[in-house]
Structures are given as structure tokens and as C-alpha cells.
């Protein structure tokens, strides 16, 4: 039987083992090397995309489009009705002409502008301004319109006195014409007078600028509205006249031959 010196010997060498060795209850089974475990897989991030930031003002930008080909289409549509008309003069229709092109024109760049803009505000500031083209070509044609209607009506009335003033030259020598020639000298002086409103208002609108601001066509509109008018009244006063020179002719002119008096 051993010793109690040897059996403490033993313990203590047996321990001294297990604990220079700790790996060992942690060692790999037989036959299973670490290199077979599986890999982790550490997927990579994707990769930034730098492509071309969306449009925020899409939508605005659309509209504005939008608005400005609605105020081309006006543009063109006037100037087609102003080619057509049978009331304008040559004269009127190649100044009216020149007037639509440029209005054309200022819509094209509105037109480019808006599609570079940067903002809402500054592509309402475009609608805005394309819109007021479409309403000064509007106004310019009716204006011109006007004028071309009171034109004539001058050359009407110009040709009417001048016959009744031929009638009157007829009358026996030493007849009272005053009674003719007093409301042919007025109606003389209210074709001036109309004959200057209107080439005033023709004039007016024909200045606008192509891309007009809300003051330039408020100012022509102060301007063309009363003078329109005035050759209006102008016009009826001298259709009075020339009803009040032909009636006091008919009074003087004596019977002709063979007629008798009631």
C-alpha cells in the first residue's frame, strides 16, 4: 500500500496537469478540422447611386406649361381672325401682324424660361407675364377693330356731305344755305375729332411692349376706353349733322317742274 507522501505527490501532480492544460476539455472532435467551419458572409453595403436629383418642381413646372401654351394658343387664334377680317385695311393687318409676332416671340422665351426656373414664384412670375401678352395682342385687336369700323363710318359720312354739298350748289342763286352749311361745318369737325381718337387708341395699344406689366396694360386701357368712346359720340353727332344738313336742304330745294304742293 503506498505511502501517504506518494499518494500526496500524485494528487498534486494530477492537478498541476488538468491545470496547465484547460484547452484540452475544449479541444475539437477527432476528424473535424477548424478550417471546415462555415464562413460568416458579410454582404457588402450597396452602392451609393449618384444619379440626377428629381425635379421638385415638376408638377409648377407643368402648369406653367401649361398656362403659357393656353396664352400661345390665344395669340395665334386672334391673329388668324385679325387676318381674316374683311373690316381691316391692309395697313391694319401688316402692323397687327408685326404686333403678334413679337408677342410670339416673348411667349417662346417665357416658354424656355420656365422650363430652367428655379422656383415656384418665378414660374408664376412667367405665367403672369405670358398671360398679359395674350390680353395687350386681345386688346390690340380690338381696338384696332374699332377703329377700322369708324374708319369707315368717316368715309361714309366724308361721302355723304360731299354729295349733299353738290346738291346744295344746285339751289337757286342767292338762296340762305347757312342752314346747310352751319351742320356740315360741324359735322367736318366731329369726323376730325373722331379720326384723331381712334388713331390715338391704335396707336396707344400698338406701343405696348411685347411682355407688358399690369401697369402698362392698365394705362392703355385708361387710355383707349375714353377715346373709343369719344370718337363713338363724335360719330353720332356728325350721322345728326349730316340727318339735320339733309333735311335743310329738301326745306330750300324747290319743286321740280310739274309737281304741285298739297
Known amino acids: 500500500m503506498p505511502s501517504p507522501r506518494l499518494l500526496a505527490l500524485a494528487l498534486a501532480g494530477a492537478t498541476s496537469l488538468t491545470l496547465a492544460t ?3 476539455a475544449f479541444a475539437s472532435p477527432a476528424g473535424h478540422s477548424t478550417s471546415q467551419r462555415p464562413t460568416a458572409v ?3 453595403k450597396p452602392a451609393h447611386r449618384h444619379g440626377k436629383p428629381a425635379d421638385k418642381l415638376t408638377g409648377p413646372r407643368k402648369g406653367a406649361l401649361h398656362a403659357l401654351a393656353a396664352a400661345t394658343a390665344s395669340v395665334q387664334r ?3 381672325a385679325e387676318q381674316a377680317s374683311t373690316v381691316l385695311a391692309a395697313a391694319d393687318k401688316a402692323a397687327l401682324a408685326a ?3 413679337n408677342a410670339l416671340t416673348a411667349l417662346s422665351g417665357d416658354v424656355s424660361a420656365a422650363g430652367s426656373a428655379t422656383s415656384p414664384q418665378a ?3 412667367l405665367v403672369h407675364t405670358g398671360q398679359r401678352t395674350a390680353q395687350a395682342v386681345k386688346l390690340a385687336s380690338h381696338v384696332a377693330g374699332d377703329a377700322a369700323a369708324g374708319t369707315a363710318t368717316i368715309t361714309g359720312l366724308t361721302g355723304d356731305a360731299a354729295a349733299l354739298k353738290a346738291q346744295e350748289a344746285a339751289l337757286p342763286a342767292g338762296t340762305d344755305t347757312s342752314s346747310i352749311d352751319t351742320p356740315l361745318a ?3 369737325a366731329q369726323l376730325a375729332a373722331a379720326q384723331t381718337a381712334l388713331a390715338g387708341a391704335t396707336s396707344v395699344v400698338l406701343a405696348l411692349p411685347a411682355g407688358p406689366s399690369a401697369a402698362d396694360l392698365r394705362t392703355a386701357r385708361d387710355a383707349t376706353g375714353p ?3 369719344s370718337a363713338e359720340t ?3 353727332a356728325a350721322a345728326a349733322d349730316l340727318a339735320a344738313a339733309q333735311a335743310a336742304l329738301a326745306a330750300l330745294t324747290p319743286p321740280a317742274a310739274g309737281t304741285t304742293s298739297g
Request: no cysteine; hydrophobic share 60%.
Open 22 to 24: 484547460p484547452a484540452a
Open 42 to 44: 458579410h454582404s457588402a
Open 78 to 80: 386672334t391673329a388668324a
Open 99 to 101: 404686333f403678334d409676332a
Open 123 to 125: 414660374l408664376a412670375g
Open 186 to 188: 360741324d359735322l367736318a
Open 227 to 229: 377715346a373709343l368712346d
Open 234 to 236: 363724335a360719330l353720332h
